[in-house]
Nanobody, 125 residues
Framework: QVQLVESGGGLVQAGGSLRLSCAAS????????VGWFRQAPGKERVFVAA?????????YYADSVKGRFTISRDNAKNTVYLQMNSLKPEDTAVYYC?????????????????WGQGTQVTVSS
């Protein structure tokens, strides 16, 4: 089992950047696939980005963040990152990281068994 803790959220102006971190406990984290999801007020949780266990080229991004967000991982540090550039007010949401133990990258929230508590990102116009 793995426990996830997100950090790095905050308030930023439109056009700015933030880097979110998802720190995991557990010796086998390097074998887990990880996804980032977000939930805006009054809306459903939606997919943002995902990375497979090796951090290879099979990463996925929502169309709304392609070219602006980058997901990466450092398995030595048991951490997955979400670099967010050119932020827009519509990126405002609580961001969650999630992990699966089959190691793949998936856009489907149901494929993830482990979830963090979330970190708030607010982008002002």
């Amino acid at each position: 089992q793995v426990q996830l803790v997100e950090s790095g959220g905050g308030l930023v102006q439109a056009g700015g950047s933030l880097r979110l971190s998802c720190a995991a406990s557990g010796r086998t984290f390097s074998t887990y696939g990880v996804g980032w999801f977000r939930q805006a007020p009054g809306k459903e949780r939606v997919f943002v980005a995902a990375i497979n266990w090796s951090g290879g080229t099979t990463n996925y991004y929502a169309d709304s963040v392609k070219g602006r967000f980058t997901i990466s991982r450092d398995n030595a540090k048991n951490t997955v990152y979400l670099q967010m550039n050119s932020l827009k007010p519509e990126d405002t949401a609580v961001y969650y990281c999630a992990a699966n133990d089959f190691g793949g990258a998936s856009y489907r929230s149901g494929m993830y068994a482990y979830w963090g508590q979330g970190t708030q990102v607010t982008v002002s116009s």
